[in-house]
């Protein structure tokens, strides 16, 4: 695949993966939960579906996807749905100095599932791969070398933009000490979850 339309959809997905919505929120909020560590299985779920959804689109497969359409709002409500417990989690938590986030740690799997579901009901995600994508890159004239080559600019992006953002969350929540301070931003937290998760609803 040519160099400028590489840089294309190089420049178009670093736009809409910093762009600020459900996944980055979700990012922010386990950053500041459970520091850079818990932030990451959220990242690599995310990625795992975007993988999904660029399979999608550079093999065709846009028409499977739009026919199960009421599978993907299935997802769309159960990860709103998962987002909301563990709002809720964090909400009600009762942290020590040694702890920011809810006592109970979940195992990373759980996390990596909760980004997957969340990317695979994000319309913002959907929008982009199967209908913006086809316009910047030319899907008719895919070929196995040219989906590794998008796949590899998928991954280094998100993985930069979406770490950076655990990275910044994770600082920050280094600033929250004392109990008040902690319960305070376990509230944000559980707040920032429930904006994602309406926002999944909503749009």
């Known amino acids: 695949m040519d160099i400028l339309t590489l840089s ?3 420049l178009a997905y670093a736009i809409v993966c910093a762009a600020p919505g459900p996944g980055v929120a979700a990012i ?5 939960g459970g520091g850079f560590r818990g932030a ?26 739009a026919y199960f359409g009421a599978v993907f709002e299935v997802i769309r409500y159960l990860s709103a749905a998962y987002l909301l417990y563990i709002a809720w989690k964090f909400w009600t938590a009762k942290p020590g100095q040694e702890q920011v986030g809810p006592r109970v740690e979940e195992h990373w799997s759980k996390t990596v599932l909760a980004g997957l579901s969340l990317t695979l009901g994000n319309p913002k995600t959907i929008v982009f791969y199967l209908a913006l994508l086809p316009t910047v890159v030319p899907l008719d004239k895919m070929t196995v070398g040219g989906f590794f080559e998008l796949a590899g600019i998928v991954v280094v992006i998100l993985l930069i933009v979406g770490l950076a953002y655990a990275a910044a969350a994770a600082r920050a929540r ?10 305070r931003l376990n509230r944000v937290t559980g707040g920032v979850l429930a904006i994602a998760a309406g926002a999944v609803i909503v749009k």
């Open 8 to 10: 294309a959809f190089a």
């Open 28 to 32: 922010v909020a386990r950053g500041l």
């Open 40 to 65: 990451v299985p959220m990242v690599l779920g995310i990625l795992i579906g975007d993988m999904v959804y660029l399979s999608f689109a550079a093999f065709g497969l846009a028409a499977i996807a």
């Open 174 to 183: 280094e600033f929250f000490r004392s109990p008040k301070a902690l319960r």
